[in-house]
């Protein structure tokens, strides 16, 4: 049970966890106006495209046979999405979701949905079987299934007492 409150919803990873993955957090994701433009910002270089990487959110559950992920990513194809597998048991979840384009002539209002990339990786456990990974898109959801190998009970074998 962690002691520090979660203030990001029911997230359960904390930083010492070690499937903790480390996302980009922008806290001026949501002001009205561009803050890499303004004067002396330590953020100048830092605009929309890159507060993109907190929109990737994913659920990880353990089932008898396998860990499945789920990443919601609306308006992502799959082919702007990759799924690797490196250093022997990081799963890594990466993309680019593409901006609407802007016409000169546009009067925008309100803009909520940004674009950019996104990359979540997970460090998958022991039982994971990293040579058997599928994945699909199906609605905006890629579903990413890591199959466990299975459990080997030990084999008990009698031993025949003489005398």
């Known amino acids: 049970m962690s002691l520090i409150p979660s203030f990001f919803g029911n997230q359960r990873s904390s930083v010492c966890d070690p499937s903790f993955s480390l996302d980009v957090w922008d806290p001026f994701q949501s002001f009205p106006f561009n803050v890499a433009s303004l004067p ?47 250093e022997g048991r990081i799963l890594q979840i990466s993309g680019q979701k593409r901006k609407e384009k802007e016409e000169k002539t546009d009067t925008w209002h309100w803009v909520e949905r940004s674009g950019g990339s996104f990359v979540r990786r997970f460090r998958l456990p022991e039982n994971a079987q990293v040579d058997q990974v599928k994945a699909s898109m199906e609605n905006g959801v890629l579903t990413v299934t890591v199959p466990k190998e299975e459990v080997k009970k030990p084999e008990v074998k009698a031993i025949e007492i003489s005398g």
């Open 40 to 86: 002396l910002t330590p953020f100048r270089g830092w605009d929309s495209e890159t507060s993109a990487f907190a929109n990737a959110r994913v659920d990880w559950k353990e089932t008898p046979e396998a860990h499945v992920f789920k990443a919601d990513l609306p308006g992502v194809n799959k082919e702007e999405v990759k799924v690797e597998v490196e």
